[in-house]
Structures are given as structure tokens and as C-alpha cells.
């Protein structure tokens, strides 16, 4: 069964440059979830979208943002890099936006330096 | 706010013997309850949810979990322990719309041969 798939899986930036993450869902889920987890830390919200639109916020710094486009694959962009946001990222998608679940992808390392 | 406490962070038990994994939560309405089970540096794999219904639900790899409303606890049980189980194990409460998933801490379970 296809599952979550996210790009790049490693990415390694230095202080203060941006990141893209992508996510791609799985086929026929509308809703797609971002979540941080630091070293030795469980997942932490960041940000969802149902339907292109977002859903849900969570503990997302200013300094990132997402969107998910037409064919409901998100990205999440971060900008002025700190070491702190050195972390797994996670996408996760559902169908339907309430009341399911969520499958999450392999996550993308992120290491800025 | 919704919140997750997992007890126990490490837990070691021998292989063959059986396992129970602690989750408390704290939610105002009905929670809709997770277990999902990350190796290192992986993704996160569901094991087992509760939305509503039969309070013992039944999971893959031969895990099970309890609700019990009166305890406010969701414990994850296996009645004999592979040493292919070792993993974190993450027990996470869904807010009311199902967007946000708030997740323990984690417990680190290792398995003696």
C-alpha cells in the first residue's frame, strides 16, 4: 500500500539559510499534518491542512510556514535557520480532516549547523 | 488542553514474557486514542487507535489496549514479547475535531534475550 512520502529524508543547512520540506499524502487523503520532534522528544504539533486550507495550528515559529497545494501535497518552509530547529520532521495525512487517522511518513532529518 | 503522561520511560523485559505499557490522559470530552511504536530513526507506525466502542481493541503485531474511562488510562498490553518489539512506544490523545494529536513521552522498551 503507498504510503506517506516525504523529501528530501536528510538535509543538513546552515544557520540562518531556509529549508523546504515536502510531503506527498497518501492517494485520496485531504489532510496533512506537520510535526517537530527534537532529539530524544516526542512529536510536537506544528501546523495541519483539510482541503488546501489550514485546519489547525500548533507551536509553528513565525519564521516557518506551510501550505498544501491542488494536489493536496505540502511543504513547509523554514526560514532564518537556528540550531534549535535541528529535528525529525514529520508529515502525516488522514481523509476526511476529523475523527481518523493519522499515518505518518518516514520523517525528514533535518541538522543545521 | 489535551495531554498525554507515560509513566515509565525505559522498560526492560525478557523475551517471551508479557508486557504492559502505562498511558494516562487528560481530555475534557471523549478522546479518540492512539499507540503508535517508532524505531530509531524511523517513522512512526500506528499500532492500535480508540474512537468509540468496545473499550479493548485489538492492534497489529499481536498488541492490544484497554480503555478505561474511570482511570483515564489507555495501556497497551502483549501477552509475549519479541525481541523485534524493541522500539519506542508513544501513546498520543486526538483533539475533538481529530486534527491535532498530542503525544507522551515515550516509553523506551527493551527486550532481554
Known amino acids: 500500500a503507498a504510503g506517506v512520502i516525504q523529501s528530501p529524508r536528510h538535509l543538513i543547512k546552515e544557520k540562518r539559510e531556509t529549508a523546504t520540506l515536502k510531503c506527498y499524502p497518501i492517494?485520496?487523503?485531504?489532510?496533512v499534518y506537520w510535526y517537530q520532534q527534537g532529539p530524544g522528544q516526542d512529536p510536537q504539533f506544528l501546523i495541519s491542512?483539510?482541503?488546501?486550507?489550514?485546519?489547525d495550528k500548533g507551536s509553528i515559529p513565525d519564521r516557518f510556514s506551510a501550505q498544501q497545494f491542488s494536489d493536496y501535497h505540502s511543504e513547509l518552509n523554514m526560514s532564518s535557520l537556528e540550531l534549535g530547529d535541528s529535528a525529525l520532521y514529520f508529515c502525516?495525512?488522514?481523509?476526511?480532516?476529523?475523527?481518523?487517522?493519522?499515518?505518518f511518513g518516514p520523517g525528514t532529518r533535518l541538522t543545521v549547523l | 488542553a489535551q495531554s498525554v503522561t507515560q509513566p515509565d520511560i525505559h522498560i526492560t523485559v525478557s523475551e517471551g514474557a508479557s508486557l504492559e505499557l502505562r498511558c494516562n490522559y487528560s481530555?475534557?470530552?471523549?478522546?479518540?486514542l492512539f499507540w503508535y511504536v517508532q524505531s530509531p530513526g524511523q517513522g512512526l507506525q500506528l499500532l492500535l487507535k480508540?474512537?468509540?466502542?468496545?473499550?479493548l481493541v485489538q492492534g497489529i503485531k499481536g498488541f492490544e489496549a484497554e480503555f478505561k474511562r474511570s482511570q483515564s488510562s489507555f495501556n497497551l498490553r502483549k501477552p509475549s514479547v519479541h525481541w523485534s518489539d524493541a522500539a519506542e512506544y508513544f501513546c498520543?490523545?486526538?483533539?475533538?475535531?481529530?486534527?491535532?494529536?498530542?503525544f507522551g513521552g515515550g516509553t523506551r522498551l527493551m527486550v532481554k534475550p
Open positions: 491542512f483539510y482541503e488546501k486550507m489550514q485546519s
Open positions: 502525516a495525512s488522514s481523509f476526511g480532516g476529523q475523527k481518523d487517522t493519522q499515518y
Open positions: 480508540y474512537f468509540s466502542g468496545d473499550t
Open positions: 492517494p485520496r487523503h485531504d489532510t
Open positions: 481530555y475534557g470530552a471523549t478522546p479518540y
Open positions: 498520543a490523545v486526538g483533539n475533538n475535531a481529530g486534527n491535532m494529536l498530542t
